[in-house]
């Protein structure tokens, strides 16, 4: 994982990757406690429509990104 100068993105894998705790996302979506904002991840995770990773090395922190071939066959059905 690097982070692009041009953009200041965590990138790898051809992906952009965010990271935020379960608290930081519920400051995104207000409308939901964070045992639901955790539920709704691993389901998505493994729906294989949310990616995540966790760098080596001491590094707890974990990246998300979206597989969008993965959610639009999802939203095709």
Same mark, same amino acid.
């Given at each position: 994982?690097?982070?692009?100068?041009? &953009?200041?993105?965590?990138?790898? &894998?051809?992906?952009? #990757?965010?990271?935020?705790?379960?608290?930081? #996302?519920? @400051?995104?979506?207000? #409308?939901?406690?964070?045992?639901?904002?955790?539920?709704?991840?691993?389901?998505? @995770?493994?729906?294989?429509?949310?990616?995540?990773?966790?760098?080596?090395?001491? &590094?707890?922190?974990?990246?998300?990104?979206? &597989?969008?071939?993965?959610?639009?066959?999802?939203?095709?059905?």
């Amino acid at each position: 994982m690097y982070i692009s100068k041009r &953009d200041n993105r965590h990138c790898y &894998d051809g992906r952009v #990757w965010v990271y935020n705790t379960y608290s930081e #996302w519920v @400051e995104q979506i207000p #409308w939901m406690s964070v045992p639901t904002v955790k539920k709704h991840f691993i389901e998505l @995770e493994r729906q294989g429509i949310v990616l995540s990773r966790q760098p080596h090395g001491g &590094d707890r922190t974990k990246y998300y990104t979206i &597989d969008y071939q993965m959610l639009d066959s999802e939203i095709e059905r």
